[in-house]
């Protein structure tokens, strides 16, 4: 067993993690509540939220790494945050960007797939691209969301961002079928 998880309470980096999963939750209350009252999604607000969320997204696995917390336990939490802020940024901007809802959903597609394939459940080798186009596609629908963008660049953002992260899951999934 992990010895950090003999330790009471959580290690550092996870509640750093929390932290995060507490402003994506803020972010989805947000944007759901103006999807629901027809305003706007794409809000100073929304881009508040969502920069700090995004941004402290570098800083868990870094104060893990420095107390020697790192665990599997903080690394699934961390992707699913990652998860969730990316599908909710994507519902902010699916508005004017609507290829954003497919970016949002390939890491819920690809839990769900692995409750019924077990090749995708192995760990995936670590690759500095695939840390990069997830981190572009956030920032993209993040910063997507603020209203002075044109929706044109905006559309063109996602698109670029979404065909990244797509052909990084592509490359993913290849790799998890062929080994």
Known sequence: MDPVLRRPG????????????????ALAVLVARSLLAGDPTRTWV???VGVLAW????VDG???RRTGTVTDRGAVLDSGVDGALV????????GVAPWA?????????????QAWR????????HRAWRKVAGGTLTGTLVLGAAPFWPEAAVQVAVVVAVAWVT?????DVLWLERT
Do not use: E, I, K
């Not at 599908?87 to 699916?94: D, E, N, Q, R, Y």
């Not at 809802?101 to 797939?113: H, I």
């Not at 077990?118 to 080798?125: K, S």
């Not at 052909?167 to 490359?171: A, L, P």
């Open 118 to 125: 077990p090749a995708w459940r192995r760990r995936l080798p």
């Open 87 to 94: 599908l909710v940024a994507a519902v902010a901007v699916a």
């Open 10 to 25: 959580l290690p550092p980096g996870d509640r750093v993690t929390l932290g995060r999963g507490v402003l994506v939750a």
């Open 55 to 58: 941004a402290l997204d570098g």
């Open 167 to 171: 052909w990084s899951f592509v490359v």
């Open 46 to 48: 929304v881009v508040g």
């Open 62 to 64: 870094y104060v893990a």
């Open 101 to 113: 809802l497919v970016g949002g959903l390939l890491y819920p597609v690809f839990l769900l797939v």
